[in-house]
């Protein structure tokens, strides 16, 4: 087949560009980079072997070289590992196939920082390319385990690459960089010296478990020296707490995880006895954009005896922990294990309850010992823990434990359910939380004017997740979780010295009638009308009944496809509002009080206005609401 030129991808262009003009500070990285491509090549062709007994490959001797040549100028990463077809060069390496590079784009324009912009290179996997920022020319040589022919694709980063193939490729791949020239005054970026070269494998890449060998310069003596082995090949995981530093997980984290920042907390994990594994989770500092996204890649880097047999094994955690990174190494599971056969496995449920406990254990221990950090923690991903309130009933008082949430009580500092438990009033029973799309707009309904006129605090709920976990977990150590836009508020059993019960009688039998009026007026739309526990300000306001679904849930259903019907809502007054009481006077006075049902529909339609909603009829809102204005001018 004969050389063909192709270009990049738009996208891929850019990268490059950017590349080649390298914002990077620590232009260290491209050899961490391509050892860490080098290594995962080597991990596919061990389980593809594993695998598949008749692959024609050879894995006895699996390794990571580097090689220089300082005449030439040039730094060849080597591999034996799995290689890659003609078409798949041309698919992995041409094209950027990630959809998340737009965002990269972007975010690397705003990244104001150097270590902002050199840790996105590893995030969004466009490792490959970060060899342009050392060299002016790079080509590749590789070889699919199990294929007789090679490729070579070579490009000088400019806007095309060309492809050909090549009879006499060892299987895997070769990264050949023709490195730019040496700049005198800077004699730190060196990268043909062996010294730098030690320097960085040591740095990023010593826990990498191929040997990564730095091949000698052809000397004048007879017999070559050996290839050095410049990484421990010590999986961190297995070596004694106390030997391993900080650094040396959070290189580990970045290895996995693919973010550049360091993770927020580590965690370890030794199980001895008959299922004998051990665990290095971490907890990142920031939830990514895609958290809640179907595509999500979620799952732990699972070994067996460590070696590494899947990569995204998500029956190692539940969906709740799905924003957790880390390896598990398991020392009685077979090589051979398949992912619908490990979602079976009594172990693989045994170490999930077993590393869910701990995660929980670790972010209750974050919070009693560093706050801020917890604070971190909870902003970042509560939204995700709060879906475990649902589906892990067995760790819901964990959960709860580790909870917190926004309330009135402060503006800025969130609240556990036991400080708000401590802090209820005398003769207050239940819990009061109120759920919408954000504090402000909670803060200006008018379900919490009463409880704000008292002082009685509410939880503010803005997740949506909150909708469904409130119904579910019901309460708390005892104490009913109760909506205060939801039936009755039960505000009568907490003292209030404005109150004055009598008042309140007679003006039940007052309103009797009107009430009762309204609510055949409009049975159509409302389930019952009512006075009000709740209002001080407004005239009036919506409410669901204790056991029906909220707007927003019936809306969240529909979204999710599923049918559900209307429930009908209950509709109270204040009778302390002038409209509501002008109303009722009327009523009383008149016979005929056809005249009034637009003013009770209107009342109905500015209580469902106040709670966000859309009134019945809006054009005919709009009209009654105009002509009424006009006739105050
Ligand atoms: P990433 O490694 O984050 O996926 P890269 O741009 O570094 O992004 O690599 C793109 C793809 O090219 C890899 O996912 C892999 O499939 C392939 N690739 C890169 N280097 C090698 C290698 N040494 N051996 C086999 N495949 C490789």
Not at 273 to 280: D, I, K
Not at 466 to 491: H, I, M, N, Q, Y
Request: hydrophobic share 35%.
């Amino acid at each position: 087949m004969p050389t063909e030129t192709l270009e990049f991808q738009v996208e891929a262009r850019q990268l490059l560009q950017l590349m080649i003009h390298s914002v990077y500070s620590n232009k260290d990285v491209f050899l961490r980079e391509l050892v860490s491509n080098a290594s995962d090549a080597l991990d596919k062709l061990r389980l593809a072997a594993l695998r598949d007994d008749s692959l024609e490959a050879d894995t006895s001797d699996l390794h990571i070289d580097i090689e220089v040549d300082d005449d030439a100028r040039t730094l060849t990463v080597r591999d034996n590992g799995i290689g890659m077809s003609y078409d798949e060069v041309g698919k992995l390496i041409g094209t950027i196939a990630n959809s998340g590079t737009a965002a990269f784009l972007k975010e690397l324009k705003e990244a104001q920082d150097a270590a902002g912009a050199e840790g996105l290179i590893g995030q969004f996997g466009v490792g490959f390319y970060s060899g342009f920022m050392v060299a002016d020319e790079m080509t590749l040589v590789t070889r699919r385990a199990g294929e007789s022919g090679g490729t070579r694709w070579s490009s000088r980063g400019e806007g095309t690459y060309t492809l050909e193939t090549v009879a006499d490729a060892p299987q895997g791949t070769a990264v050949t960089l023709h490195l730019k020239p040496a700049d005198p005054e800077n004699n730190l970026h060196d990268y043909t010296s062996a010294w730098k070269i030690r320097e960085i494998v040591k740095r990023y890449s010593d826990f990498i478990t191929w040997p990564v060998r730095l091949v000698p310069k052809p000397g004048d003596g007879e017999d070559t020296p050996e290839p050095e082995t410049l990484n421990s090949m010590k999986a961190l995981w297995a070596r004694p707490r106390e030997e391993v530093s900080d650094d040396e997980y959070h290189v580990l984290y970045k290895h996995v995880s693919h973010d550049w920042r360091d993770p927020l907390e580590t965690v370890r994990l030794q199980a001895e006895g008959t299922f004998e594994y051990q665990a290095l989770l971490f907890l990142p500092e920031h939830a990514p954009a895609d958290l809640f996204t179907r595509d999500f890649r979620r799952g732990l880097q699972l070994y067996v005896k460590r070696v590494l047999i899947m990569d995204d094994c998500e029956a190692l955690l539940p969906s709740y922990l799905r924003f957790v990174k880390g390896v598990v190494d398991a020392q009685d599971l077979s090589l051979n294990v398949s992912r619908e056969i490990l979602q079976q496995d009594r172990h693989i449920r045994m170490i999930q309850r077993r590393l869910t406990k701990k995660v929980l254990s670790s972010v209750k221990e974050m919070r009693a010992k560093d706050p801020d950090k917890y604070a971190t923690f909870w902003r970042e991903f509560g939204a995700v823990l709060k879906e475990g309130l649902l589906s892990d009933p067995d760790n819901r008082d964990a959960l709860l434990a580790v909870a917190s949430f926004a309330s009135t009580h402060s503006e800025d500092e969130p609240t556990t359910l036991q400080s708000y438990v401590e802090r209820m009033k005398d003769g207050q029973d239940d819990i009061y939380y109120m759920t919408g799309e954000s504090r402000r707009s909670i803060e200006n309904s008018p379900h919490m004017e009463a409880f704000q006129a008292r002082g009685i605090e509410v939880l503010l709920l803005t997740d949506p997740v909150d909708e469904v976990w409130v119904d579910a977990v019901g309460e708390f150590e005892g104490k009913r979780l109760r909506s205060v836009a939801k039936g009755e508020t039960g505000l009568d059993a907490v003292p209030d010295d404005r109150a004055d019960d009598g008042e309140k009688e007679k003006q039940a039998e007052e309103y009797a009638g009107l009430l009762g009026w309204m609510k055949e007026q409009l049975a159509e739309d409302l389930k019952d009308v009512r006075l009000s526990t709740r209002l001080t300000v407004s005239p009036a306001c919506v409410v669901s009944d204790t056991h029906d679904l909220t707007p927003a849930l019936e809306n969240m259903y529909r979204a999710m496809g599923q049918e559900v019907p209307t429930a009908k809502r209950i509709l109270e007054l204040n009778p302390g509002h002038p409209l509501v009481r002008h109303l009722n006077e009327a009523y009383q006075e008149r016979d005929d009080r056809s005249g009034l049902v637009e003013t009770a529909a209107l009342l109905r339609d500015l209580a469902v206005l106040a709670e966000g909603g859309q009134p019945k009829e809006p054009a005919r809102f709009v009209k009654a609401v105009a002509e009424r204005l006009e006739r105050t001018l």
